[in-house]
């Protein structure tokens, strides 16, 4: 697997190397790290390409890297030097957007992941290439507050909508207290059901 793990890399570097950040292989699999101005693009070449055919997305998430040690971060993602975003490995910014892809064709997998800022956390989605980032994507924003732009949908699905802050994020506040709010009754949901 690791092979074929290089030659999507190197494919990548050829047709988007300009988007390419950095990359990495890591027990067969790779990763790619691109800047979110190429993500449509390049998910759309790794979609529809016959030399990738990566059909299915797995998995959407996102990291926080805040208090992460400086000198372990070049191993979860690191920046080949003078790529066009100015990232190094010692300083990238605090999130990362993650995708997991797999071409059940070619039986190969691809991680990628792209940087966001704590200032601007946003990503287009890719809820028009896989209907699978939906749920994924609404998770993101609900537990760490990535915004993903164009989201049919984007709103709350694990905590409840009057929910104040993300609370995966490393500097949430875990003695916070949260917005009392009324608990529904089983009546509500049997007079909503014999309505229908």
Request: aromatic share 10%; with cysteine.
């Amino acid at each position: 697997m690791s092979g074929e793990s290089n030659k999507l890399i190197e494919l990548l570097r050829e047709q988007h190397g300009e988007a390419v950040i950095g990359s990495y292989v890591s027990g067969g699999d790779a990763s790619v790290l691109i800047g979110r101005d190429k993500l449509i693009e390049v998910m759309q070449f790794l979609r529809d390409d016959p030399r990738c055919l990566m059909n299915m997305l797995v998995m959407v998430t996102a990291v926080d890297y805040l208090d992460y040690p400086t000198q372990l971060r070049p191993a979860c993602s690191p920046a080949d030097e003078g790529n066009a975003y100015g990232f190094n490995a010692y300083d990238m910014p605090r999130y990362e957007v993650v995708y997991a892809l797999l071409s059940m064709p070619l039986r190969q997998r691809l991680r990628v992941k792209v940087p966001l800022t704590a200032d601007d956390p946003h990503v287009p989605t890719l809820c028009d290439l896989y209907k699978a980032a939906n749920w994924g994507e609404r998770e993101a924003w609900d537990m760490l507050g990535v915004v993903f732009d164009g989201h049919p949908d984007l709103r709350r699905m694990l905590m409840y909508e009057e929910f104040e802050g993300h609370p995966l994020r490393r500097d949430y506040d875990l003695r916070g207290y949260q917005p009392l709010v009324d608990m529904p009754h089983l009546a509500d949901y049997k007079d909503n059901a014999r309505d229908r």
